[in-house]
């Protein structure tokens, strides 16, 4: 950092600066002060940045140097939130932010003040895409961006002919040069026109040596077009070269094949190029273009503050909290579904997987074999032009691969047999090494027994007497020996039998000390093995918790999973309802009126006019109804009325009838009620 500081003064104390600090005065700068020396360096790497920072908003003077610091492509150190930090320590001037600043543009001011002026003309404006529907909107950018792409050309050409070397005075001097030679030049041919007109036929001659130079010229580009047929011929043999070793390997490889497995093969790699065409290919595309959508998004916003920054924020944590109160709602409503569908879910992703993973290794492994056969292809080629010799015929490699074959399956049999002969051997061994083992274990029980019944040594000595037997009785076979012979026998194995008892007694009293160790022993093998199952019972109990949890957290983990596609998904409808909200905006914005009139408002402003005029007649209607309701009500008053007065007509008629009447009388009532009826209908 010391040095860093030290490197900032000096360059501030030198031209064009001249500031005249020092260590101390220089650290103990103010913030606005400090600023205020960040903005002359900026200023004279960039003449508008000529601000007093006093009479400056802080967070327009922030905005401004981190649009400047953005173009002169300052990378701030760490991750984003580090770049928060760098944004607020530029507002504040805090020296750890400042500082480094100040090291990185002191170091290459030059550089800077280049870049900085190309930034003036190449820094494209972006103009929104609803502005470039106008055409002369459109033509004038259009002007701009070829504008632009001419001024990058002729920067480039002047920066070559900066750095070339020429100068002024060089090429004057070469011009000057040039003048004179030409002059000496004309001198030349006027001489020598002088000296030809002397000459006899001197136009024949003249004729005749252009003809010269002009079969001179086509006989050099003869020369150069034979050359290129000569290049020509050359690549054309090599591509034959290549295509008859294609060829040959094609019939290689269709030598022991059959129609049927061609068909596999091509109806395998139509699969495989479909899946690559419809899946693979769309999925990665789509991923790309998204990411370049965000990129520009991102690009094309502007540098922001602070209080925006934190508004973002505040905005995101909002989202997020409806976001998650939806989900919940959701998962309430439809657990027994999700649960269901989150296996098969899983299963259908991994298999995705799986095959996207599949279809990477194919097409490597397909790469893979391309290059082989390239390199194989060379090094036959090579193999020619070094020896001279022809690859290995058709029928001489099938004999080879024949042969291979019946070795293959000759060395397949025989190294099957070893392998059946191994494995008796070992079941052998296995056996024998029980046979041992349980010939051991009955010893070693007839010993205990023996010790249990007090004849200790018995079999032992059973054994030793009928060796002794089958000794006596191949002797007595061998030889036939005499009852003398005999007896000393019977002596000596008495004696034998007494030498191994005194042998056997401290041996016995041996094992009865041993046998009390056994028994300790064993008491204390029962209590460590009760210990162990007491502790194997609470291992048990744990894992079996372990287990619970691990299942617990596994669903969680798959409720998480399920919560993330059906964010996934609200983000899909999202998009899909701001892409109809923008081509409404497009359509709406369009100079041609048929897209206006596809438009929802316009469709929404057609259903308004068609509901009011709907209204209106209805009010209308409503109108006329209410004028005539009270003579309509009258109406109909008369009308119940004569269907009163003609119900009492018939009554009238049905009681005379049941009375028998005369008839005057009745037709004289009749007339009276037809009267009657007759004047309040006419009222």
């Not at 009308?639 to 049905?654: A, H, P, S």
Request: proline share 2%.
């Amino acid at each position: 950092m010391s040095d860093q500081i030290k490197y900032i003064v000096d360059s501030l104390n030198k031209e064009p600066f001249k500031k005249n600090y020092n260590l101390i005065t220089f650290d103990s700068l103010e913030p606005i002060q400090l600023l205020q020396v960040l903005n002359d360096v900026l200023a004279e790497i960039d003449p508008k940045q000529v601000v007093d920072i006093r009479e400056e908003m802080p967070e327009q003077t922030a905005k401004r140097m981190l649009n400047l610091l953005g173009i002169l492509k300052y990378k701030p150190p760490g991750n984003a939130k580090d770049i928060s930090i760098f944004r607020q320590g530029l507002v504040i001037g805090s020296k750890p932010v400042v500082y480094p600043v100040l090291h990185w543009l002191l170091q290459r001011t030059n550089e800077l003040k280049k870049r900085a002026y190309l930034a003036r003309f190449l820094v494209k404006l972006e103009v929104p895409s609803e502005f470039l529907q106008d055409e002369t909107v459109a033509d004038t950018y259009k002007q701009y961006e070829e504008c632009m792409e001419a001024f990058k050309t002729l920067h480039k050409e002047c920066e070559q002919l900066k750095t070339s070397g020429f100068s002024t005075a060089e090429i004057r001097r070469d011009i000057s040069a040039m003048e004179e030679e030409k002059d000496q030049l004309i001198k030349r041919v006027e001489r020598m026109k002088k000296r030809v007109e002397t000459v006899q036929n001197h136009q024949q001659m003249l004729k005749i040596a252009s003809q010269l130079r002009v079969e001179k010229e086509r006989e050099e580009f003869l020369v150069q077009q034979k050359q290129e047929q000569k290049n020509q011929l050359f690549h054309a043999e090599q591509r034959l070269q290549r295509a008859q070793n294609q060829l040959e390997s094609m019939r290689n490889a269709a030598a022991d094949a059959k129609p049927e497995s061609l068909m596999k093969r091509l109806e395998e790699e139509m699969k495989f190029n479909s899946y690559l065409v419809t899946e693979k290919f769309p999925k990665e595309i789509e991923s790309k273009k998204k990411q370049v959508q965000h990129l520009q998004k991102v690009a094309s916003e502007p540098a922001m503050g602070h209080s925006g920054l934190l508004e973002l924020e505040s905005k995101i944590n909002e989202v997020n909290t409806q976001i998650n109160q939806l989900i919940e709602k959701k998962m309430m409503t439809n657990e027994s579904t999700e649960t269901k569908f989150s296996l098969f879910k899983q299963q259908a992703s991994i298999i995705s997987r799986k095959k996207e993973a599949k279809a990477e290794e194919l097409q490597e492994a397909r790469e893979k074999l391309i290059s082989l056969e390239r390199e194989a292809s060379a090094k036959t080629n090579q193999m020619r032009e070094l020896d001279g010799t022809e690859t290995v015929k058709e029928d001489e490699f099938k004999r080879y691969v024949s042969k291979l074959r019946s070795k293959n399956t000759v060395f397949k049999k025989k190294h099957q047999i070893i392998a059946e002969i191994k494995a008796e051997c070992g079941l052998l061994q296995s056996t024998e090494e029980l046979l041992k083992q349980r010939h051991e274990n009955i010893q070693h029980q007839l010993q205990t027994i023996e010790e249990k019944k007090g004849l200790s040594g018995y079999s032992y000595t059973q054994e030793e007497l009928e060796r002794v037997s089958t000794l006596k009785s191949e002797v007595d076979e061998m030889k036939g020996r005499t009852l003398d012979d005999m007896s000393e026998m019977v002596k000596k194995l008495n004696s034998l039998v007494s030498e191994k008892k005194s042998v056997l007694s401290p041996v016995i009293k041996e094992l009865r000390q041993l046998r009390q160790k056994c028994q300790e022993l064993t008491m204390e093998c029962e209590e460590k093995k009760a210990q162990y199952d007491s502790c194997a019972a609470g291992l048990e109990s744990d894992r079996s918790k372990l287990e619970q949890e691990v299942k617990g957290l596994h669903e969680e983990c798959l409720q998480e999973e399920s919560r993330y596609h059906y964010t996934n998904c609200m983000i899909k409808n999202l998009e899909v309802q701001l892409r109809r909200a923008t081509d409404e905006m497009k359509a709406y914005v369009s100079s041609d009126q048929q897209e206006k009139r596809k438009t929802i408002r316009e469709q929404y402003i057609r259903n308004i006019a068609e509901q009011e005029n709907l209204g209106k007649k209805l009010r209308e209607e409503q109108k006329a109804v209410r004028e005539s309701y009270d003579q309509n009500m009258k109406q109909v008053k008369m009308w119940r009325d004569f269907e009163k007065l003609m119900e009492c007509k018939k009554k009238c008629f049905q009681k005379k009838q049941q009375s028998q009447v005369p008839v005057g009388q009745v037709t004289q009532a009749e007339g009276e009620d037809q009267e009657e009826g007759e004047d309040r209908l006419t009222l």
